[in-house]
């Protein structure tokens, strides 16, 4: 049973929430409730923030639905965006030595598996750089029509801001109990679906280290933060704020963590709680 909500909370200074399963709703929409509601909060001076596993290039589609052009924490936090300016303002790598060390191990630990990296440019659609990269036979969990096809030394000669590994004959969860303890710390590991995929960052790297880069530019404390979320990936942010909200529809991950569970992605969970102060 879901905790009762806890409508005595102060109303937080900053806002951030997970995009896919969150934000959106099941068609990948944003709804007229949840855009009113968003639109209401920040025209009352609190700032909201997108903090999703998304590139920052495949945040326009979500600036358009919503109205307004947020700070967004990209990457599972290895990118903080400037969507109003189309400006990166900080990125976070794994070297092009780490890269091939945790493919050497990937390749031991998950045999079939293949490889893609995502790279960042100086704005969120700079064509001097190939921005998503796989090697050959790399099964995209979902539609990619920025991938560049190029030769296994290739994905991982370039400092990278993600790596993904890929294997769709697994869990997700199987994969990170198979690669977790062989990565000796040298990368952040998590995951955004269950399908076969995981994805790894710098030593260090979650939503909540990008968030808590924008919450200081911000002048935000943690404890004034709210945030959403519903997958595993979500986990770091959820704790590190005032007010973790897990979606219905969330992964037992993020409920586990959540100091609250709204309803699901279906269902307005986001505007929901926000209705209570705006």
Not at 37 to 64: C, K, N, Q
Not at 87 to 100: G, K, V
Not at 123 to 134: G, N, R
Request: glycine fraction near 8%; include cysteine.
């Amino acid at each position: 049973m879901a905790p009762m909500p806890d409508t005595s909370r102060t109303q937080p200074r900053l806002v951030a929430s997970d995009v896919d399963g969150t934000l959106l709703d099941p068609y990948e929409k944003v709804t007229e409730r949840t855009r009113r509601a968003v639109l209401a909060m920040v025209g009352e001076g609190t700032p909201f923030v997108l903090s999703t596993g998304r590139p920052p290039r495949w945040i326009s589609p979500v600036v358009e639905q919503l109205g307004y052009a947020p700070m967004c924490v990209c990457a599972n936090g290895a990118v903080v965006y400037d969507s109003g300016t189309d400006r990166i303002l900080d990125a976070q790598t794994l070297s092009s030595e780490t890269l091939h060390w945790l493919a050497d191990i990937a390749y031991a630990a998950l045999p079939g598996c293949g490889l893609a990296a995502e790279r960042v440019g100086a704005t969120a659609h700079d064509a001097a750089t190939p921005q998503f990269v796989s090697s050959p036979g790399y099964e995209h969990a979902w539609l990619n029509p920025d991938n560049t096809e190029v030769s296994q030394a290739e994905v991982l000669d370039v400092p990278a801001v993600k790596l993904l590994i890929r294997l769709s004959s697994a869990t997700s969860e199987s994969m990170v109990a198979a690669l977790e303890p062989l990565i000796d710390g040298r990368a952040d590991l998590t995951f955004s679906t269950s399908n076969g995929l995981i994805e790894l960052a710098a030593p260090g790297v979650t939503k909540a280290s990008g968030l808590a880069v924008v919450a200081e530019r911000l002048g935000v404390v943690s404890a004034d933060i709210a945030a959403f979320g519903d997958m595993p990936n979500d986990v770091p942010m959820l704790e590190m704020a005032g007010l973790g909200v897990a979606m219905g529809n969330a992964h037992p991950a993020a409920l586990a963590v959540a100091n609250e569970v709204t309803t699901t992605n279906a269902d307005d969970g986001v505007a929901r709680v926000l209705e209570r102060w705006w």
